[in-house]
């Protein structure tokens, strides 16, 4: 099952410009995660935010999160080559320390820099 | 500790044939999941421990497929009668859930099925 939904689906931007995901998600959620994965390899997490937080920065990353519209956006600034990968959301549904608190992932953003 | 670490990391098997991936968490994370992933799509919610016990299973994954975790530390996904449908990468991943939940991931299992 899939919680998050990702939008855009792909994004192809310059190189140096900023790069912005968003995602929408359907039930209540105790945080929120971000996450990169390089073609072929395992995802790396790159940002929490939880539920009582609406603002979260990380060097070049900003995450911010709705919990009144139920969705969330990752802004990439400067973006680099390296930046190429697909980025998911994934968030934790239930209540703290209810045993239904998976993590469910969204389909993802396919980001592409342009050199 | 060098990560979360799965096995094999490529299984090639003929349609009908079963087949067992490992998972070797990080040692003090008491969470495990597993999910599969298709190309071009996120990774799908297959199962997860708590320590030994298993707390949800998928209500999409057929009873073809068991985990176990019997010690609360390495994990083992079995899939009997392999189809073709079940060709994908098979992900697993670790936490320590008193510390939000950040995952940690393994490099995956690629299954082909034939």
């Known amino acids: 099952s899939q919680q998050g939904e990702e939008d855009p689906q792909a994004l192809s931007i310059q190189e140096g410009e900023n790069a912005t995901m968003n995602c929408s998600y359907k039930?209540?959620?105790?945080?929120l995660q971000w996450y990169r994965q390089n073609s072929g390899r395992g995802l790396v997490h790159l940002i929490l935010i939880r539920s009582n937080e609406r603002e979260k920065h990380s060097g070049r990353l900003r995450v911010t999160l709705d919990t009144s519209k139920k969705s969330s956006s990752l802004l990439i600034t400067a973006s680099r080559a390296a930046d190429t990968a697909s980025y998911f959301c994934a968030t934790a549904q239930g209540l703290t320390m209810n045993r239904d608190d998976k993590i469910i992932f969204g389909k993802g953003t396919r980001l592409h820099i342009l050199p | 500790d060098t990560g979360v670490s799965q096995n094999p990391r490529h299984k090639i098997t003929k349609r009908g044939q079963n087949v067992t991936f490992r998972c070797d968490p990080i040692s003090e994370h008491n969470r495990l999941y597993w999910y599969r992933q298709t190309l071009g799509q996120g990774p799908e919610f297959l199962t997860y421990?708590?320590?030994?016990?298993?707390?949800?299973k998928s209500r999409l994954l057929s009873d073809r497929f068991s985990a176990e975790r019997p010690k609360g530390s390495f994990s083992t996904l079995e899939i009997q009668r392999t189809e073709q449908g079940d060709s994908a990468m098979y992900l697993c991943?670790?936490?320590?859930?008193?510390?939000?939940?950040?995952?940690?991931f393994g490099s995956g299992t690629q299954l082909s099925v034939l």
């Open positions: 421990f708590q320590n030994e016990a298993q707390l949800e």
């Open positions: 039930t209540s959620i105790n945080n």
């Open positions: 991943a670790s936490s320590f859930k008193a510390q939000g939940e950040k995952l940690l």
